[in-house]
Structure formats: C-alpha cells, structure tokens
C-alpha cells in the first residue's frame, strides 16, 4: 500500500463529499485507502460515505473525541508507505499526492512535507508554513507587529510571510489541514497528542518529529484549497479559547523554561477577550447612538425653521439634550428596534409616535419647556424621516455587500465551464431570483467559441483572459463547473485572480449545491404551491399604491431635471399613468398578458420590474412569472427602491 489518506469529519457532509472527489481524481495511479474517521455527525455525512463512497473506510465514534483522538484511530489502521492528514474542508490538485511521493523518495532526510494550501479566494493561507513560537514571534504576532511588516524577517516570522511562497525550503511546521509524512515517522515518533482537542496538536507533532531528527519542508509545486474553519464553525465551540488552551498546553508540554512565552500567551488572552468584548458592545450602541444624534439634528432644525435660529434658555439645554432622544431611543428599545427589529420600519415609525406622544404630552406638566408644539410636530416628521432613510440606506448597504446576499441581480456571476451541467446551473440560477445571481456569461477552456451562445448566455471569454474579465464586468462570483475542468486549472485561476475581490464557489458534478467560503447554497428545487404572496393582502396593496403616488409625484415635479439626466428617457404619460393608478411604477412587463397567471393578476403593469430588469431578450414566460412570483411574494416598499434603483442606473447608461 503507498499511500493512506485520513480524514476526521464533523458536520461537513457537502465539504467531505467535495474533498473525496477531488482525492478520488489525485489517486487514480496510486495503491491507496481512504480513512474517514466521523465525529458522530448528525448531518447524514454517514450515510453520503456509506452510499456514495463505499469503498471509503469509515470508522464511527459515539461522541466528538476531538481532532486529535480520532485522527490517530485512522492512524493505527493505516497501511500505507505514506500517511497524509487531510482536512474535510478542502480539495486537492490532481498531481498533489504523486508530486509529494515523488519528493519525498528523493529526500530521504525529510519526514514530513506539506504544499501550497491556497484560501478559497487565491491567496496564501499563512499557516501552510511557520516556526515555533518563540517570546519574540508571540509578542510580534499579539501585537499585529507581524501583519503591519509582513516582509521583514525580525517581524514576520511567526507565519515565514518574508519568504517566497513559490520556493521549497526547511520550515518548523506546517498547517495540520495537509500533513504529509512518512510511516517510518509515525512509527518512530507516536501519534497525536491527545491532551489537545483542537489546535496545536500539528505543532506539537512537528516539535516532537523535528527532535526526532527528522525535517519538515513546505513544498510549493503543488496546492490544496482549504475552506478554513468549517468543522470548528459547525462544534459550537468557542474556536478562540480552543486555540488559547491548545497553546498554553503547548507551551507547558515543550516550552517549560520560557517565563516570557507564558507572560504573552496570558496576555494575548486577555488583550482578545477585551478586544471581543469591546467589539460586541459597540456593535450594540451603533444603532442607539446614531438615532439619538438624528433626534438632535432633527430638534434644531426644527427650531430653526419655527424660529429662524437654534437658541434656548440656559436652563434648558442640559434638558433638551438629555430627555427627548432617552424617551424616543427607549421607547424604540421596547420595540424591538436594536434587537431583533433593527430594520423595521413599521416598529420604527410606531415607536418615533409614540415617542414624539409622550414628549408633547410632558410639555403639560412643564410649562418652562414648551416652547412651540410646532416644534415639536416639525421634530417627529424630521425624525421620522431620518431614522427610517438611514436605516434604509444600511440595509440597501448590506444587500449590495459581496459579504452577503445581494438584492435583485446584485452578483454579477461568470461560469467557467460550457458543459452540460454549467448550461443546467445557469438555468437554476435564473430561477432562483432571491439568491441575486445576474449570470453574465459563460467562460470557456479555450478560445475557439467565443462569441458563441448557449440557452440564451453568450461564451464571453476563455479562463487565459478571465482577470479581464472580472475587472471589466465588475464580476462578484466566479463559479466553477467542476466536471469540464481539472482542479490544477481551476486552481491557477484562482491563484492568478487573487487580489480582485472575488467569490470563488465550485459547483460539483451533483448539481445540488454551490460549494464557497461564505456560505452553501442549496440548488434542489423548493416547491412554489403554498406560498403566501404578500401583494395578496390589502394593506401591502394600499402600501404600495401610497408609494406609488410619492414616488411618481416626485418624478412628475422634478420632469425636466429629471428627463435630462438619463440617456433613455422617461416618458411623462407613463408617470402620469402612474400617479392616476392605471400603471405602477414597479409591476408587469407592458406588454405581458396577465391571464397567464394563476395568482398575481391584480399587479398593474410597470414602468420596471424585475423581468424589465433582466435585459436579456430571451426570457420564457415560465421565467417571467417566476420573477412576477418572487416579486409579489417579498414586496416591501424596500424591494421596490431597490429595483427603481437598478431601473435608474441602467437609464444612465
């Protein structure tokens, strides 16, 4: 046997899966076994190995023994020449496993290797290569002192960033995500220490097998992918004090002598644990403090313009301060508004009421403080507006965010890939509007069929000009076709786009999910039969009317200015249409028959929509009312400046 892989598993199946395609394309010319050792899963991850990998040896434990524990059940089972401790979470290079054999039979000196590991946004995952902490690299990495000098030699070498990560060279350590070692060395040296659950076992095992004699080397000729953290993410463990507890065995185990080293260790826990707390806490008061100096503004501006000057009484500034934003920020408090119901508009508008109620209601008992309640009146609509725009603007922030889901065709999404499945993918992506996928293109291997369109998406590059691309469109997601690419290829682009702020996400040749650092998405179909549409109620229908008419009032006053700053112009009749209630400003294509849908026919056409909104020329009256659906499903007065929003910028254009 040449080769054994094993693989501790928690709660990763989609991961683990992944992984196990990629090893079964590394290993095709290698005597191999597959060791996966499952952490009492509860997320089928069994059943996917025994069903669909049934050649894997699976070994269940009861319970969560820990990283450690259970890697060295696989190790005592193991059989091959060579061992490799893979992580669930990544995937491997066709060649990875054959070019590390290969080196290793001609450096007999070396006991353990590990390769390139790559995030899954291009760059070098630090941990792939680093020392032992020493008082000097522990005060530099605490500090950030490493992270500001990456490149110097006295400041960086706790993760040797001052090196060259594409050459080969003698390390102290390396990431226990790919751990490639020689049996000889697990023979001579033992396993895993089991007094660690999670973290610092790998650097204990590279301590305890470079005393032995042998070396370790980073070998840059070949790279992994590593989705770091996932098993932690899915153990509810406290992943920072883990990493603590792990270094402060680590220093008490090997490190005895170094006073110094325990000082920093102590202190790095104390300066995070503050650090994380401060954070939490001011997370918290960002909402509470920003309401409180709209509600200021919004008290001198209103006596600025009753009174033509902010001016009070002595007496009364303290007050004046002080009391309105407490009642109006307590009042929204009991609303809910900086918990659970920080973006609510209705709980913030009832709460700014019945805030703005009680202060008019004060100003009975103390005379001294009235001062005008037009002042006041004039305070709660600036308010209102105020608190409602910013929250708005915070929300619309978040969903055009690439950190998260983005609103209406916000990810501008490219597939590499112009099989089958990819052709299958960009069909399901269409359909499934809420995940804001706007699929630009088609990327191919080589160049010979550019220009070409396949179900209605044009082949708009090969992947050797796909960083122009991605700078050119302003692309969010880069997504990969797994089936019609090699991993060594889908890993040079990634390596080669490294630094343009992309989503790198594989698509596996089940067409069941979307695999990326951020998050899974799950591409099965849900069923459509028992949704409640929102535009089905009354009052969201008399919502949207009143929006109608402020919005198409605005327009209709501003025409003119408004006509001249959009390229394609915005016709006066279809505004008044609007502001009278034969149109609507968001609603059907113009020309779309409404006896078409089974629900939903009481949306009026739309100067825009979400189907005006996918400029492609080829849309299926089945994805029209798919969009029509999702729409009428989700309104809020907030979907519909978004889409006005988008309608609005491609006007300009």
């Known amino acids: 046997m040449q080769l054994s892989i094993i693989i501790v598993n928690y709660n990763v199946r989609t991961f683990l899966e992944n992984a196990l395609h990629s090893i079964r394309k590394a290993t095709q010319d290698i005597e191999h076994e597959i060791i996966v050792v499952d952490n009492a899963s509860d997320d089928g991850s069994v059943e996917t190995i025994r069903t669909k990998f049934p050649y894997v040896k699976l070994i269940e434990n009861n319970s969560n023994l820990g990283f450690a524990k259970a890697n060295n059940i696989g190790l005592k089972i193991s059989n091959g020449k060579y061992i490799v401790l893979l992580n669930p979470d990544t995937i491997v290079q066709e060649d990875t496993f054959t070019s590390l054999i290969k080196f290793l039979d001609s450096h007999p000196e070396i006991g353990m290797a590990g390769c390139k590991i790559l995030n899954p946004d291009g760059t070098l995952q630090l941990a792939c290569r680093r020392s032992i902490p020493t008082p000097w690299s522990a005060f530099t990495k605490f500090t950030g002192l490493s992270n500001l000098f990456p490149k110097s030699k006295l400041f960086g070498r706790y993760n040797l960033t001052y090196l060259n990560p594409d050459q080969t060279y003698e390390v102290e350590a390396i990431s226990g995500s790919f751990m490639f070692l020689r049996r000889d060395v697990y023979e001579q040296v033992g396993g895993l220490d089991e007094s660690y659950f999670m973290y610092g076992e790998d650097l204990d095992w590279c301590y305890r097998i470079r005393k032995s004699g042998w070396k370790i080397y980073y070998f840059h000729q070949t790279q992994i992918i590593h989705f770091k953290g996932e098993s932690t993410k899915q153990s509810n463990l406290n992943d920072l004090q883990l990493f603590y507890n792990a270094m402060h065995i680590f220093v008490q185990k090997n490190l005895k002598k170094s006073f110094s080293l325990h000082i920093f260790l102590h202190l790095g826990i104390i300066l995070h644990s503050i650090g994380a707390f401060a954070i939490r806490f001011l997370k918290k008061l960002i909402f509470f403090f920003t309401d409180w100096i709209f509600i200021l503004a919004s008290l001198g501006l209103s006596f600025y313009l009753r009174f033509g000057k902010i001016s009070l009484p002595d007496y009364a500034v303290i007050p004046i301060l002080i009391f309105p934003g407490a009642i109006i920020t307590s009042v929204i408090y009991f609303f809910g508004g900086y918990t659970k119901y920080k973006y609510s508009i209705p709980r913030t508008t009832s709460a700014i009421i019945l805030g703005y109620l009680i202060i008019s209601s004060l100003t009975f008992f103390f005379k001294e403080f009235a001062f ?282």
């Not at 005008?372 to 004039?378: E, F, G, K, P």
């Not at 998405?521 to 089905?536: A, F, G, S, T, W």
């Not at 409404?594 to 849309?619: C, H, M, V, Y």
């Open 372 to 653: 005008s309640r037009i002042v006041v009146a004039y305070s709660a609509f600036i308010t209102l507006i105020f608190l409602i725009s910013w929250r708005i603007f915070i929300k619309l922030l978040f969903r055009y965010s690439k950190s998260a889901r983005a609103g209406i065709f916000g990810r501008k999404t490219l597939i590499v890939g112009t099989s089958e499945i990819a052709q299958k993918l960009a069909n399901k992506l269409r359909n499934r509007i809420a995940d804001g996928y706007d699929v630009l293109g088609y990327v191919d291997i080589t160049r010979k069929d550019i220009g070409n369109t396949l179900s209605g998406i044009k082949i708009i590059g090969s992947i050797d000009n796909i960083n122009k691309i991605i700078i050119e469109n302003k692309i969010s997601d880069v997504i990969f076709s797994t089936d019609c690419l090699s991993y060594k290829d889908i890993f040079n682009v990634i390596s080669k786009a490294k630094n343009l702020g992309v989503n790198f996400r594989m698509l596996p040749s089940n067409l069941e999910v979307i695999i990326g650092k951020t998050h899974i998405d799950n591409l099965i179909n849900v069923p459509l039969e028992d949704i409640n549409y929102r535009l089905e109620s009354k009052i969201f229908q008399l919502i949207k009317r009143f929006f109608d008419i402020f919005i198409s009032f605005l327009f209709l006053v501003t025409f003119l200015p408004v006509k001249r700053a959009f390229k394609k112009k915005i016709s006066y009749n279809l505004l008044w249409k609007v502001f009278i209630g034969q149109y609507s400003l968001v609603g059907l294509p113009l020309n779309y028959d409404k006896s078409n849908l089974l629900r939903a026919n009481f949306l009026k056409p739309g100067l825009t929509g979400i189907a005006q909104l996918d400029e492609r020329n080829t849309l299926s009256d089945e994805e029209i009312e798919n969009y029509i659906i999702y729409y009428s499903k989700n309104y809020s007065p907030l979907l519909d400046i978004e889409i006005l929003i988008k309608w609005l910028n491609n006007r300009k254009r």
